[in-house]
């Protein structure tokens, strides 16, 4: 009985793989659309939706050499309505692993490249790393007694020693690398 309901499995998937092997004729070609004549694009006004914000890729400059150093993951917003740091999730894969990090708004510029708009935030990865981690629990309901300080975005002053740091490791990372050398008799 199950040697049965093998070969008939069998040869039901023999038979339905056929009928997906099977291909169509191409259809005749239709005759090429016409070119829309190139029309420059313009942002007609001001500011930045927080939809477009997050989710915004962060490139660590505006030049080709420019690296993807992260995504926007959230905007922190003053009570008075101003954007006072971008939240950017930077390392990790798929977000797992991913750290995140405020920074001040003001440190990240807008650039324009080959008609896209460019989040930039000169810095690298590494420096971003390097940072104090974004706490996210301190904008939410807590007890009094709860140990969560207020969380400062990073200055540029901030970012800055940070890259310092992180070259600093790198460096120091890079020389215990190195074999050493045998002493000479």
Not at 157 to 164: D, Q, S, V, Y
Request: net charge negative.
């Amino acid at each position: 009985m199950a040697s049965k309901l093998l070969i008939s499995t069998a040869v039901a998937t023999l038979l339905a793989s056929g009928a997906m092997a099977q291909t169509t004729t191409p259809t005749a070609p239709t005759e090429p659309v016409p070119a829309q004549p190139e029309v420059e694009m313009v942002v007609r006004a001001s500011g930045h939706l927080a939809s477009n914000l997050i989710g915004e890729t962060v490139y660590s400059g505006r030049g080709d050499d420019a690296q993807n150093i992260g995504k926007v993951n959230d905007l922190v917003i003053s009570d008075d309505g101003e954007v006072e740091a971008i939240v950017v999730g930077v390392g990790g894969f798929l977000g797992i692993g991913q750290k995140e990090v405020a920074l001040q708004y003001d440190v990240a510029m807008w650039a324009e490249r080959e008609g896209d708009r460019w989040l930039v935030v000169e810095t690298s990865a590494d420096a971003l790393k390097a940072l104090d981690d974004f706490d996210r629990s301190a904008y939410r309901p807590m007890p009094a007694d709860a140990n969560i300080a207020e969380p400062k975005p990073a200055t540029a002053e901030e970012i800055k020693a940070a890259e310092e740091k992180a070259a600093a490791e790198a460096a120091q990372a890079e020389a215990e690398a190195q074999p050493a050398e045998p002493a000479e008799e």
